[in-house]
C-alpha cells in the first residue's frame, strides 16, 4: 500500500463522513449569503464588500479545515485502523502525505463546489466578483486549506482522541484568527521601535491566516489599507516574482508541518 492508495482511501472516507457533506452545504451556504452583501453588479477589486467576504471566509475555512483535517488522524487511532495499516509495508511518510492529499482533495473539491453554485447564481442574477476577484477568492480559500491543514496534520499526531484535537483545533483557530490583531499590538507594544518590523514580519510568516490574507489584499490593490509596517510587504508582494516566492514559502511551511508530523507519528510508531 503506497502513498496513492492511502490518498485515495481518504477520499472515500473523505466523502463517506456526514462531517464532509455538513461543511459542503455549509460553505454553499455561506458562498450564496456574500451575494446578499453585494449592492453592486458585480465587485472587482479591493473594496468594504471584499474586505467582509475574505474576513467571512477567514472565520470558516480554517476551523472546518482544523477539525477535519485533525479528525482524520485521530479516528485511525481509536478506531484502530491504523493498527490495520501498520501490518502493511507502508512508510509513515507514504501515510502522512497520503492522508494530507486525500484530505486536501476533499476539502478543495468543497469550495470548489461552493464557488461554482455561487458563480453560476451570480451570473444569473448579475450580482457577484468580477473574474480577476473571483480567482483570488479561490486562490485565498486555497492556501487556507493547504496550510491549515498542515497544523491539522500536526494536531491530529500529536493528540489522542477527537475531543483532544477539537480543543486544540479551536484554540489554534481562535488564536490565529480572531485573537491575532489584539495579540499583535499587545507583543509589539512591549518591543523597542527597531523589533517591531522584524518581529512582525516573522509572526506573519508562522499565521497561515495572516499570511495567505495579506497575500491576497495587495494582489486585490488593497496594500495602502495595511499600514506603513508592511511596506516591505506590500512591494515583495507586488513584484514580478512575487507570486513564485508566496508559492515557495507556503511549500516550505507545509514541509515543516509535515516533517514535524511524520517525526511526532514515527515516534509514537515505534514507541507503540
Same mark, same amino acid.
Given at each position: 500500500?503506497?502513498?496513492?492508495?492511502?490518498?485515495?482511501?481518504?477520499?472515500?472516507?473523505?466523502?463517506?463522513?456526514?462531517?464532509?457533506?455538513?461543511?459542503?452545504?455549509?460553505?454553499?451556504?455561506?458562498?450564496?449569503? @456574500?451575494?446578499?452583501?453585494?449592492? *453592486?453588479?458585480?465587485?472587482?477589486?479591493? /473594496?468594504? !464588500?471584499?474586505?467582509?467576504?475574505?474576513?467571512?471566509? @477567514? &472565520?470558516?475555512l480554517?476551523?472546518?479545515?482544523?477539525?477535519? !483535517?485533525?479528525?482524520? @488522524?485521530? /479516528?485511525?487511532?481509536?478506531?484502530?485502523?491504523?493498527?490495520?495499516?501498520?501490518? &502493511?509495508? $507502508? /512508510?509513515?511518510?507514504?501515510?502522512?502525505?497520503?492522508?494530507?492529499? !486525500?484530505?486536501?482533495?476533499?476539502?478543495?473539491?468543497?469550495?470548489?463546489?461552493?464557488?461554482?453554485?455561487?458563480g453560476?447564481?451570480?451570473?444569473?442574477?448579475?450580482?457577484?466578483l468580477?473574474?480577476?476577484?473571483?480567482?483570488?477568492?479561490?486562490?485565498?480559500?486555497?492556501?487556507?486549506? $493547504?496550510?491549515?491543514?498542515?497544523?491539522?496534520?500536526?494536531?491530529?499526531?500529536?493528540?489522542?482522541?477527537?475531543?483532544?484535537?477539537?480543543?486544540?483545533?479551536?484554540?489554534?483557530?481562535?488564536?490565529?484568527?480572531? !485573537?491575532?490583531?489584539?495579540?499583535?499590538?499587545?507583543? @509589539?507594544?512591549?518591543?523597542?521601535?527597531?523589533?517591531?518590523?522584524?518581529l512582525?514580519t516573522?509572526?506573519?510568516?508562522?499565521?497561515?491566516?495572516?499570511?495567505?490574507?495579506?497575500?491576497?489584499?495587495?494582489?486585490?490593490?488593497?496594500?495602502?489599507?495595511?499600514?506603513?509596517? &508592511?511596506?516591505?510587504?506590500?512591494?515583495?508582494? *507586488?513584484?514580478?516574482?512575487?507570486?513564485? /516566492?508566496?508559492?515557495?514559502?507556503?511549500?516550505?511551511?507545509?514541509?515543516?508541518?509535515?516533517?514535524?508530523?511524520?517525526?511526532?507519528?514515527?515516534?509514537?510508531?515505534?514507541r507503540?
Amino acid at each position: 500500500m503506497n502513498l496513492l492508495h492511502i490518498a485515495v482511501r481518504e477520499v472515500k472516507l473523505g466523502f463517506r463522513n456526514p462531517w464532509a457533506y455538513s461543511f459542503m452545504i455549509l460553505f454553499t451556504v455561506f458562498s450564496l449569503s @456574500l451575494l446578499l452583501i453585494n449592492t *453592486q453588479s458585480f465587485i472587482e477589486g479591493y /473594496s468594504s !464588500g471584499t474586505s467582509t467576504m475574505l474576513n467571512f471566509i @477567514l &472565520y470558516l475555512l480554517p476551523l472546518m479545515t482544523l477539525l477535519i !483535517g485533525s479528525f482524520s @488522524l485521530t /479516528s485511525e487511532k481509536e478506531e484502530g485502523s491504523w493498527t490495520l495499516l501498520s501490518t &502493511y509495508p $507502508i /512508510s509513515t511518510f507514504s501515510f502522512i502525505v497520503g492522508k494530507y492529499t !486525500g484530505v486536501a482533495v476533499v476539502l478543495l473539491i468543497i469550495i470548489a463546489f461552493g464557488y461554482g453554485v455561487t458563480g453560476i447564481a451570480g451570473s444569473l442574477f448579475g450580482r457577484g466578483l468580477d473574474f480577476q476577484t473571483y480567482r483570488l477568492f479561490i486562490a485565498f480559500s486555497a492556501g487556507l486549506i $493547504i496550510l491549515f491543514l498542515a497544523v491539522a496534520l500536526c494536531v491530529g499526531t500529536w493528540v489522542r482522541n477527537r475531543w483532544q484535537a477539537l480543543t486544540i483545533g479551536v484554540a489554534i483557530w481562535f488564536f490565529a484568527v480572531i !485573537g491575532w490583531p489584539t495579540l499583535l499590538v499587545a507583543v @509589539l507594544g512591549l518591543l523597542p521601535y527597531m523589533w517591531i518590523k522584524p518581529l512582525l514580519t516573522a509572526l506573519t510568516v508562522l499565521n497561515p491566516a495572516e499570511l495567505v490574507r495579506l497575500f491576497v489584499v495587495v494582489k486585490l490593490g488593497g496594500g495602502s489599507a495595511l499600514g506603513p509596517e &508592511y511596506y516591505e510587504w506590500v512591494r515583495w508582494i *507586488q513584484a514580478p516574482s512575487g507570486t513564485v /516566492s508566496f508559492l515557495a514559502i507556503c511549500l516550505i511551511w507545509v514541509s515543516a508541518a509535515i516533517g514535524l508530523a511524520h517525526w511526532v507519528w514515527e515516534r509514537g510508531r515505534v514507541r507503540g
